[in-house]
């Protein structure tokens, strides 16, 4: 049995899927069947249990996830501390977002860190906001970048960058004709299209909403950025409030239009999460440098980075 097996276990329960984790691998459906069975064989277990449709873990398989977990992550830092030792900044950087973030935010960034750092591989995944903290938390992954971070005994934070909320809406909207917003109650009993309601931008908006007594029309409400923009796209009665970073294409197309609102708690802080006391690796380490210094619309770095990391080197400034 190797590394590549316990891998390839998580793989598969991960995803819920022989093909994908086959393909997160690079071997072939076939494989992981004949890995999983190799085990099972070995120790006269059964790990998985196969149905139609459906992919559960037996008893002993999840005592098998658990140890496989441990095992990598052990092998992973193991891993990132002789990286530390090498001239040459390489290996896997595991890094989930929130959807947004990562279609609007983070290509910029991604474009100069490969060219700075090209033999590092970032793999990132989109995912929902309360399992990347618990991915995090349970070291499947190196890094979150979530919006409004939230304080957590495991975890620490890293301040990333703020986006400023801006009301969305159709061009042909009588808002639309508006310069800016500086009074909240031009919006009450709007129809507004919105993120579901565990979404933490929503939260937020609900809260400045609650507190200056806004009452507006949830007409409809999802988890993804890109359906609500469309739906305002189609109808010219519908609102939304978005960060400005995420409508770029929409405004040079003209298909929505957007208001400025002066009111200073309509900010989106997005954050990069850790699990405290994690250590680093050194490609890890230059990335969050790079998110930090980096300003994409100046296209400068503030600071240099994606240099080599001595281990005794002082820590990237974290803010508990």
Do not use: W
């Not at 090498?86 to 960034?109: C, N, R």
């Amino acid at each position: 049995m190797n590394i590549q097996t316990f891998k390839i276990f998580c793989d598969l329960v991960e995803t819920k899927s022989f093909s994908k984790a086959a393909d997160l691998n690079s071997v072939s459906q076939s494989a992981v069947s004949q890995q999983i069975r190799n085990v099972e064989k070995t120790y006269k277990v059964i790990l998985v249990e196969r149905g139609k449709g459906s992919l559960n873990l037996t008893p002993e398989g999840k005592i098998f996830h658990s140890y496989c977990r441990q095992i990598l992550s052990v092998f992973k830092e193991m891993e990132d501390s002789l990286d530390n030792y090498s001239d040459t900044i390489a290996g896997e950087i595991k890094v989930s977002t929130v959807y947004s973030v990562g279609l609007h935010e983070l290509p910029s960034y991604l474009k100069i860190y490969f060219k700075k750092c090209p033999k590092v591989k970032v793999s990132l995944k989109y995912s929902r906001t309360n399992k990347i903290y618990n991915d995090v938390i349970a070291n499947i992954i190196d890094m979150g970048i979530v919006a409004f971070p939230k304080e957590h005994s495991s975890l620490d934070i890293i301040p990333f960058k703020k986006d400023r909320l801006v009301l969305v809406c159709h061009p042909e909207n009588p808002l639309a004709k508006i310069d800016k917003i500086d009074n909240l109650n031009i919006l009450q009993d709007i129809n507004f299209c919105g993120f579901e309601k565990d979404i933490p931008t929503r939260k937020h908006i609900d809260n400045i909403f609650s507190y200056y007594d806004i009452k507006v029309n949830m007409k409809m409400d999802f988890d993804n950025i890109e359906t609500i923009k469309r739906m305002v796209e189609v109808d010219d009665t519908l609102v939304t409030i978005l960060p400005d970073s995420t409508i770029l294409r929409e405004l040079e197309m003209g298909t929505l239009a957007s208001v400025s609102i002066m009111d200073d708690q309509f900010l989106r802080p997005i954050g990069i999460i850790l699990k405290k006391g994690k250590k680093l690796s050194k490609g890890a380490k230059n990335f969050i440098e790079l998110l930090k210094n980096y300003d994409p619309k100046n296209n400068t770095l503030l600071e240099p980075c994606c240099q080599h990391h001595e281990e005794d080197e002082d820590e990237i400034e974290i803010f508990d």
